[in-house]
C-alpha cells in the first residue's frame, strides 16, 4: 500500500527535476535541436537523459567528455526547439500536456517520439489521434507534413486504415507510395526503371498497408495511371480481380474486398432528408450509367457539393437560379411534407432562368427518382417520360424535370 505522504513525495521530486531545465549550473551536455533559421542549443543533464530515450542513451555513450567538461553535441536537426522543449519536459518530469497543442503539434511530437525511441510516447499519442478522430480530422495535414514520410508504420496504419478518411482513394494510394520510396532512398521515383528486387523490396516495405487500399474504389482512370504501373507489389490474384472490374462490370468481386470510405454527407446532403448513405450510393450509379447489375458498383467512391438548401437559403425560385444557373449535373431532393417520402431528379445539363422560345431543352440522361421510408432497397428510378421536354428552364419556377416534377415554391414551403 502507498501511503499519500509517499506520493507527494514523488509529486515533488518531479517537479523539483523540472525545475532543473532552468538552472544552468549542473548542466553536463548540450543538444542542437532544429534547422536554419530556428536553431536553438538546449543544456541538459546527462544523467537524466541517460534514463529515458533510449536514442539518448545510445548517443550519450558514445560521447567523450572535453575540456570544459560538456559533452560534445548532440544533433537532432528533424526535431524543432519547440517540440524538444516539450519531449525534454517529459523526460524530466514525466509530464505531456496536449491542452495547448494544436494538431499539427501533436504530429510533430509523435515524430519526434518515434526518432528518440520514446515508445510510450509514441503509443500513448497514436492512441490520443484514435479517440479524438484526429486521424480523420487532418489527413490531409498529416500527408502534407514535410515529415509525413517520418511516421512509424505503426501510425500510417492507424490513419489509412479508417473508414472515415476524408480523402479520395488515389490519394491515399499515392501518399502510401510516396511513404514507401522515402523508407528506400536508392529506389527511383519511376516504377518503370524497377528491377525484379525492386519490386520485391517495395513490396515488402508496403506489405502491411496494401490490404488497407480499397483499391476497387478507384475509376478505371486512377487504376490505369496509378496502380498498374505498380502492378508487380500487388498480389496476382487482386490485380486480375481489379483489372475485372474495370474491363467485366458482371464479373463477382471477392468477399473480403473492403466498401469505400465514408462519405461525409454532413453539411453537404441534409441527413434530415436523406438518412440512408445507400441512397446517395444508388442515384450516383444512375448518374454515372453503372448498369444495375455492375458488381463493383457500390464499391465505387463519389462526391457531392451543396449548392442550395432550402433551409438555410430559401425555397424561393430566385433563390434557386441564383445559386445554381450555370451549374450541370446536379441532383436535387425534395422531402415530402407530411410524409417519408423523398423524391427529385438528377439534371445533366446547366441550369438557367430561361432559354429560348418556350424555354424546354431536350436530353435523355435526366431521370427522378423516388424513396420511401429512407429505403433504398425498394427506391424507384425512372427515365423522364417526354425527354423533348425534360427541363424547363423559367424564372418563375424551380427545378423541373419533364411533366413528372415541377417544383413551385415560396417562403412558406418547407
Known sequence: MISFCHIQMVVLQTQNYIELLTDDEYCDITIEVGEEPNVKIIR???????????YLRKALVTKKTS????IAHINLPKISPKTFQIILKYIYGGILSLNDQDNSDILKLLLAADELLLQ???????????????????PREIFKSLDFTSLPEKSLIQLIKRDDLQMKEVEVWEYVLKWGLAQNPTLSSDPDTWSDDDFKIM???????LSLIRFFSLSS?????????????????LYEDLLKSHLDPDSKPTDNISLPRNIKINGIIDTKIVKNLSIITTISRQVDKLDIRNNFAHLKEH?????I??????????????????????????KIKGKDEIIG?????????SAGFNGYKKTKESFIFSFKNNNAKDGIISNIEDTDRAIWYNPSAGPFFGQDIIVYADNSLQ
Open 345 to 353: 431528379g438528377y439534371n445533366p445539363l446547366i441550369w438557367k432562368s
Open 203 to 209: 513490396e515488402n516495405t508496403l506489405r502491411h498497408c
Open 120 to 138: 510510450e510516447v509514441v503509443d500513448y499519442l497514436q492512441k490520443y489521434l484514435i479517440e479524438h478522430k484526429l486521424y480523420s480530422k487532418i
Open 303 to 307: 462526391k457531392f457539393q451543396l449548392l
Open 44 to 54: 541538459a543533464h546527462m544523467n537524466i537523459l541517460c534514463c529515458r530515450p533510449l
Open 309 to 334: 438548401k432550402g433551409s438555410r437559403d430559401g425555397y424561393t425560385p430566385k433563390v434557386f437560379h441564383e445559386l445554381c444557373d450555370g451549374t450541370s449535373h446536379t441532383v436535387t431532393f425534395i
Open 67 to 70: 575540456k570544459d567538461n560538456l
Open 221 to 237: 482512370k486512377d487504376f490505369l495511371q496509378s496502380v498498374r504501373p505498380y502492378k508487380r507489389i500487388l498480389k496476382h490474384q
